[in-house]
């Protein structure tokens, strides 16, 4: 008999990734010994009481190969029956490296790498998308700047140049992180043109990779999540971004569940022709008008896990089930009052943003969220992980000029 299969582990990356501390405290619970990997000696996954072991491994944006290599070694051990990754970079390496790292017998909690990029890949997603029966903005995506001169007059505007992919290699093999900021928006084709330009200008990965041009869809985020097999989701939950950070756009810092079908149809089409096999988020606005629109898919676990998980749907233990090849349990339903606030960092720095702008009275609601909401990790039987967070919640208000905050609050 192996040591996997006398003591079940599971190998959960990103260790300091919300997310991922929602993975392994879901695993823990049921009995599974669990390791986390991480790029730094300390993490909040590493601090929990549900880890036992932690190992460092390379960044895997940074160092890509020697982080698949240092992860297939890993995994040689033996001791590992899955190993599941929850951030972008980190997927995309695994998805990349599956079948070399399914070769050490162990399960990789990610979709194979052709499928993956349907997903990863905006330009791909939306050719997807406009065969079936759900809403999606105007896009295109052009591969030269002539391109996009020849299109521009026939755009709506304002509109939005942003990357193919969250992140994108550039001519070293480096993963390069590419979110969308206020810089690239355009309202007018003349802008268009030159926003086009000065991101690939600035950005060695765009001009490998063009980015793509998209209508600007106003209104409030909202996404579908769960867990599929084979285009099927087995289970879902519908959640909405009351603030992000930044404030036009972002990830979510205070967020709750709801419900509405006509998201959840639009969502199922998107993963039946997927054939999505895992953890997938289906992102949609919906707009002033009532209206949804298809923004982006991510095939992998998304920082909101944990609310998802603390609603009813535990995402991660119906992960693991479709792993091991086994018959999930899946919840009939799941509650839509719980309210979380990702303090540290997300709301932190939403409050930071609002009070640079000026905007003091952002003091008042950002307070009533931390009266009333639940806190995304706070645990009182998992302390760990929340000390931890305050520590490094206090670097990083020192690295970013965190004096400032309370400068613009006592005005000192």
Known sequence: MSVRDRNPRVLVLDGDSQASLGVARSL???????????STPRSLCGS????????????????????????????????????????????TVVSRNKQRLSDTGTRVGVEDWDRFQLAADKERTFDLAATLDVPIPDTIAPRTLAEVEANAPD????????SRSKHVEDPSGTLVTQEVDDTQYAHTPEQLVETFRRLQADHDSLREN??????????????????????????????????????????STLIRG??????????????AALEWTGPIQVEFMRTPADEYRLIEVNG?????TPLAIASGVDIPAIH???????????????????????????????LHEQLEAGNRWAVVPFVEALVTADQVFVSVDDPGPTLQAVLQAGELAVSRGGRSIRRAILGD
Do not use: C, M
């Open 48 to 91: 929990s009481r549900h880890v036992d072991h932690s190992i460092v491994f390379p960044d895997a944006a940074a160092h890509p190969a020697d982080f698949a290599d240092a992860l297939h070694d890993e995994l040689e051990s033996g001791r590992y029956q899955a190993v599941i990754p929850t951030r972008d970079d980190t997927t």
């Open 258 to 271: 709801f419900r509405d079908d006509r998201l959840a149809a639009y969502a199922t089409e998107v993963v």
């Open 28 to 38: 823990g619970d049921r009995g599974i010994d669990i390791s986390t990997g991480t």
């Open 155 to 162: 755009l709506p505007y304002p509109v939005v140049v942003k």
């Open 320 to 350: 693991y089930a479709v792993l091991l090849g086994q018959e999930p349990r899946t919840p009939e339903t799941y509650r839509d009052d719980v309210v979380q606030q990702r303090l540290l960092y997300g709301d932190l720095k939403w």
């Open 300 to 304: 992998r676990y998304w920082g909101s």
């Open 210 to 251: 063009p980015p793509i041009v998209q209508e600007y869809v106003p209104g409030q985020t909202t996404t579908t999540v769960g867990v599929a097999r084979n285009g099927t989701l087995l289970a879902q939950f519908q959640e909405r971004r009351l603030r992000t950070t930044p404030a036009s756009g972002g990830n």
